[in-house]
C-alpha cells in the first residue's frame, strides 16, 4: 500500500510513524477521538483535543475531517458495525420479510444500548445530533442503502412491503425511528421496543391494499 505523505494533499506531519495509507490515517484519528469521546464526551470534544491525542497537528485532523461533526459521523459509521453484525442473523431465517426486519431493529437497538462505544453517540443529549451528522454522512447513506434499502427493494419486488415509496425512503424511516426509540425506549404498556416496532414501522412499511 501507499504510505501517506507528510507533506502531500495537505496532510500534516505524523513523526516517523508515517500510516501506511488514507484508511490507516482516518483510523488512527477515529481511535483518537475515541478516546477523547470516553473521557471528555462527545459534545465537549474539540478538534485539538483529538489531534492531541492521535500526537498530530490539528490541521492534520482537518484535511480527513472538515468538521467535529463529520468526525461524529465517520465514528458512528464504525461502531455501527457491530450493530449491523449483531442484526444480520435475522434476515437469514424463514420469516415474512417485515418479521425480520422488526428483529433485526430490535436486536440492534439491544445492542447498541450495550455498546460503551455506541452509548457515547446515542446518549440522550447526543442521539439528536449525531443523527444529523450521520445523515449528511455520504458512508452512512451507501450503508444505508445497501444494508437496509437493498433488503427493501428485494421486499417489494416479492410483494411483502409497499411499493408506492423508494427503498431508500423507507430505509431512512426505519433509521429515524431507531434514533427516536434510542432516546425514548418502548414501554412496557406499548410492547416495548418491539411492540412500537410491529404496531408503527411494520404497518407503515407493508403493503397497500386496493
Known sequence: MRAVSNAGAGRGPWGADTPRDESEARARLL????????????????????????????????????????????????????????????????????????????????TARNSPTMRLLIARDQAGRTYRAASTSEDWRKNLVEGIGQRIAAAIVLGEVRDDVSAEAMALWVTRIAFSLVEEPGRPEEGGDEGILRNFLARALGPRHT
Open 31 to 110: 481511535d483518537a477521538a475515541e478516546r477523547c469521546y470516553a473521557e471528555r464526551g462527545v459534545g465537549q470534544t474539540r478538534m485539538v483535543d483529538i489531534a492531541r491525542a492521535a500526537g498530530v497537528h490539528r490541521s492534520t485532523v482537518y484535511a480527513y475531517f472538515p468538521s467535529r461533526d463529520t468526525v461524529r459521523a465517520a465514528f458512528f459509521v464504525r461502531a455501527m458495525s457491530a450493530v449491523l453484525d449483531a442484526a444480520e442473523p435475522c434476515f437469514h431465517t424463514d420469516e415474512p420479510f417485515l418479521d425480520q426486519l422488526v428483529s433485526a431493529v430490535t436486536i440492534g437497538l439491544d
